[in-house]
């Protein structure tokens, strides 16, 4: 693996971009999807194209991948939300092959038509059993951006608002959106703000759906979930968390940070994602049966796509009910180690944010680096997100390290040595 800041004028050819710029064009011919070929061959030409890259099996704390030139790397991961390691966990496998020779490779079906099967029934129960509340019921999406967009659309109609928190992720944004609902922004985590904007809204006559997370996917802070169901109540706004960043991680039964908040009797909605944690693919909204029996019969994204796919529901079962005992217990107490220690070896040397939980930050800012920052992150051995807008603000670009309960002690250290040395070399380390 060598360094590679040896072609500076290619490097600004392809990295005075930013991910917007292609996508404001108007008019019959397309200028924007030319200009994007252009931009995308100079980026192939200087072999820099980090993203899309080819994983060559399981997303282990060990990782090998190989780029659009053929070039192979062998990386430390902390690109992949596989949180537990369900993955590629024996048992979770055994369990989704048993689950695939007896059902198939795919629903082939509409949940509400032909695409159900027992096993997707079981989880259901399981999860409802997990979270031990009484009429609550499971409604299962083939993924975390459906339950959101499904569940959302569904259940605001036009003329009713949606509050989102600044930070919401992408599906949160996209489920209002389709909703047709009337949308309000609130300061990340800003409660006072939150009030603000609820006593403005007609929360008389119309319906209110208030949003936030659990664990928030690009700060890595958590949630002020008490208090923002507090006040949504005061003035009768319905609550959704997604904890799709913290189920099975967050709270001491692995129930998510509305667990670790006692705020589980308070929370109307609860969406969960099967591709972090579980280790698998899919999501769910968790709630009281009258809203999830409506939500099955309603969600677009459910009503009019197949349904999750039955082998990998197999392995979810397994998941789950790893994470709910002794396995889970000890993985959780791993995984907060292990990110307090990757912390305490970023913290005060480079910005991470408010970072508190398994996803930590390093804010570089200008997303133009983007593109060298990756390249020279993968050479240095590490396979690592970075996000730029629109997925967070403008000149608030980040590398996002996922840390799992899987990592060693020297993978952190190595994650971390790694990163402090790309912030010295791209000049991003704290004064
Ligand atoms: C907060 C949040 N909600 C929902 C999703 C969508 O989940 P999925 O990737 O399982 O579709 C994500 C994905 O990263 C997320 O971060």
Same mark, same amino acid.
């Given at each position: 693996?060598?360094?590679?800041?040896?072609?500076?004028?290619?490097?600004?050819?392809?990295?005075?971009?930013?991910?917007?710029?292609?996508?404001?064009?108007? +008019?019959?011919?397309? !200028?924007?999807?030319?200009?994007?070929?252009?931009?995308?061959?100079?980026?192939?030409?200087?072999?820099?194209?980090?993203? &899309?890259?080819?994983?060559? !099996? *399981?997303?282990?704390?060990?990782? !090998?991948?190989?780029?659009?030139? +053929?070039?192979?790397?062998?990386?430390?991961?902390?690109?992949?939300?596989?949180?537990?390691?369900?993955?590629?966990?024996? &048992?979770?496998?055994?369990?989704?092959?048993?689950?695939?020779?007896?059902?198939?490779?795919?629903?082939?079906?509409?949940?509400?038509?032909?695409?159900?099967?027992?096993?997707?029934?079981?989880? &259901?129960?399981?999860?409802?059993?997990?979270?031990?509340?009484?009429?609550?019921?499971?409604?299962?999406?083939?993924?975390?951006?459906?339950?959101?967009?499904?569940?959302?659309?569904?259940?605001?109609?036009?003329?009713?608002?949606?509050?989102?928190?600044?930070?919401?992720?992408?599906?949160?944004?996209?489920?209002?959106? $389709?909703?047709?609902?009337?949308?309000?922004?609130?300061?990340?985590?800003?409660?006072?703000?939150?009030?603000? =904007? $609820?006593?403005?809204?007609?929360?008389?006559?119309?319906?209110?759906?208030?949003?936030?997370?659990?664990?928030?996917?690009?700060?890595?802070?958590?949630?002020?979930?008490? #208090?923002?169901?507090?006040?949504?109540?005061?003035?009768? #706004?319905?609550?959704?968390?997604?904890? *799709?960043?913290?189920?099975?991680?967050?709270?001491?039964?692995?129930?998510?940070?509305?667990?670790?908040?006692?705020?589980?009797?308070?929370?109307?909605?609860?969406?969960?994602?099967?591709?972090?944690?579980?280790?698998?693919?899919?999501?769910?909204?968790?709630?009281?049966?009258?809203?999830?029996?409506?939500?099955?019969?309603?969600?677009?994204?459910?009503?009019?796509?197949?349904?999750?796919?039955?082998?990998?529901? +197999?392995?979810?079962?397994?998941?789950?009910?790893? *994470? *709910?005992?002794?396995?889970?217990?000890?993985?959780?107490?791993?995984?907060?180690?292990?990110?307090?220690?990757?912390?305490?070896?970023?913290?005060?040397?480079?910005?991470?944010?408010?970072?508190?939980?398994?996803?930590?930050?390093?804010?570089? +800012?200008?997303?133009?680096?983007?593109?060298?920052?990756?390249?020279?992150?993968?050479?240095?051995?590490?396979?690592?997100?970075?996000?730029?807008?629109?997925?967070?603000?403008?000149?608030?670009?980040?590398?996002?390290?996922? =840390?799992?309960?899987?990592?060693?002690?020297?993978?952190?250290?190595?994650? !971390?040595? =790694?990163?402090?040395?790309?912030?010295?070399?791209?000049?991003?380390?704290?004064?």
């Amino acid at each position: 693996m060598t360094e590679r800041a040896d072609k500076p004028e290619m490097m600004e050819e392809y990295t005075d971009y930013t991910l917007d710029m292609f996508s404001r064009s108007v +008019g019959r011919d397309h !200028a924007e999807i030319r200009q994007f070929a252009k931009w995308r061959k100079l980026v192939e030409g200087a072999d820099s194209y980090t993203f &899309e890259v080819s994983h060559l !099996a *399981a997303q282990r704390p060990k990782v !090998a991948i190989r780029r659009e030139s +053929g070039e192979e790397f062998d990386l430390i991961s902390f690109a992949s939300y596989n949180y537990l390691g369900y993955s590629y966990h024996p &048992e979770v496998l055994a369990a989704a092959k048993e689950a695939l020779d007896l059902y198939g490779l795919g629903a082939t079906g509409s949940p509400l038509l032909n695409g159900t099967f027992q096993i997707h029934k079981l989880l &259901e129960e399981r999860i409802v059993d997990f979270f031990g509340q009484e009429d609550y019921g499971v409604s299962l999406f083939s993924s975390g951006y459906g339950a959101n967009v499904g569940v959302i659309s569904a259940f605001i109609h036009k003329g009713d608002h949606v509050v989102l928190d600044r930070s919401s992720h992408a599906s949160l944004i996209d489920g209002a959106i $389709l909703s047709q609902g009337k949308i309000s922004l609130f300061r990340h985590n800003d409660v006072e703000f939150l009030e603000k =904007v $609820l006593k403005r809204l007609d929360h008389k006559n119309s319906r209110i759906l208030v949003c936030c997370e659990g664990v928030y996917s690009t700060d890595g802070d958590y949630g002020h979930l008490k #208090a923002i169901g507090e006040v949504s109540k005061k003035y009768g #706004a319905t609550v959704l968390v997604d904890e *799709a960043h913290s189920l099975l991680v967050a709270g001491e039964n692995g129930r998510g940070v509305c667990e670790e908040q006692g705020v589980l009797d308070e929370v109307d909605m609860i969406i969960a994602t099967f591709s972090k944690s579980f280790g698998g693919v899919g999501g769910c909204l968790y709630a009281k049966k009258d809203i999830t029996n409506y939500i099955n019969y309603y969600a677009r994204s459910r009503m009019f796509s197949c349904a999750l796919d039955p082998a990998v529901t +197999g392995g979810l079962v397994k998941a789950l009910e790893l *994470a *709910a005992g002794e396995d889970g217990r000890r993985k959780r107490k791993r995984i907060i180690d292990n990110a307090n220690y990757l912390r305490s070896k970023l913290e005060g040397k480079v910005d991470i944010g408010s970072s508190t939980s398994w996803i930590v930050p390093v804010i570089y +800012g200008d997303e133009r680096l983007t593109l060298p920052l990756s390249d020279y992150l993968q050479r240095q051995g590490i396979d690592i997100s970075l996000m730029m807008f629109p997925a967070v603000p403008k000149n608030r670009s980040r590398i996002r390290a996922f =840390v799992t309960s899987e990592h060693s002690l020297e993978q952190l250290e190595k994650g !971390a040595e =790694v990163l402090l040395k790309a912030a010295d070399k791209f000049n991003f380390l704290l004064e």
